[in-house]
Antibody, heavy 122, light 107 residues
């Protein structure tokens, strides 16, 4: 069974840093494209970042230079390092796997974690 | 950035009725669109990908259609568990974007 479990969220002061983790089971993180998607309280979904199976990474403009996506194959875990936190980064952060359709990975998200809440406040 | 506009913002229907949700893209995205369902306190669930293909395990009452800029999610006969928020998402261009959501509520 495919499962994603996030951790690492919490209450952080503006300008602070934290690292979110997403432990995967039932599949291999490094063989898939993996994403972070966030949702501010009461708001819609916002795609944040992807790490492709080949290791290349992409970010939405608002987080470029502050967020870093990475993975650890030995731990089958996805990470999101978040620096220079702002109030507008307050959200539930989901890790999500891109779907594989007939052997081709596509940027739709077929498996999601339960989410990790990051609250940025002084 | 491609903007997805969903309508209506809220749809009030009764169980057994047919629901039609719309998603309009700010430019053509071919068929590169997905639909998700999200219930309170839960992660989104993929329903439809490539505009009209059902994800694994999705009931047949959910169907998607459209291409270019106009897309529709149809729920043929609403079940009590279908009342939730629905999002569309495009993968045609970076960045990946979502619509603002349609809340489907019980009338």
């Amino acid at each position: 069974e495919v499962q994603l479990v996030e951790s690492g969220g919490g209450l952080i002061q503006p300008g602070g840093s934290l690292r979110l983790s997403c432990v995967a089971s039932g599949f291999t993180v490094s063989s898939n494209d993996m994403n972070w998607v966030r949702q501010a309280p009461g708001k819609g979904l916002e795609w944040v970042s992807v790490i492709y199976s080949d290791g290349s990474t992409y970010y939405t403009d608002s987080v470029k230079g502050r967020f870093t996506i990475s993975r650890d194959s030995s731990k089958n875990t996805l990470y999101l390092q978040i620096n220079s936190l702002r109030a507008e980064d307050t959200a539930v952060y989901y890790c999500a796997r891109s779907i594989t359709i007939f052997g081709v990975i596509r940027n739709y998200f077929d498996s999601w974690g339960q989410g990790s809440l990051v609250t940025v406040s002084s | 950035e491609i903007v997805l506009t969903q309508s209506p913002a809220t749809l009030s229907l009764s169980p057994g009725e047919r629901a039609t949700l719309s998603c309009r893209a700010s430019q053509s995205i071919s068929s590169s669109l997905a639909w998700y369902q999200q219930k309170p306190g839960q992660a989104p669930r993929l329903l439809i990908f490539d505009a009209s293909n059902s994800a694994t395990g999705i009931p047949a009452r959910f169907s998607g259609s459209g291409s270019g800029t106009d897309f529709t999610l149809t729920i043929s006969s609403l079940e009590p568990e279908d009342f939730a928020v629905y999002y569309c998402q495009q993968r045609y261009n970076w960045p990946i974007t979502f619509g603002q959501g349609t809340r489907l509520e019980i009338k």
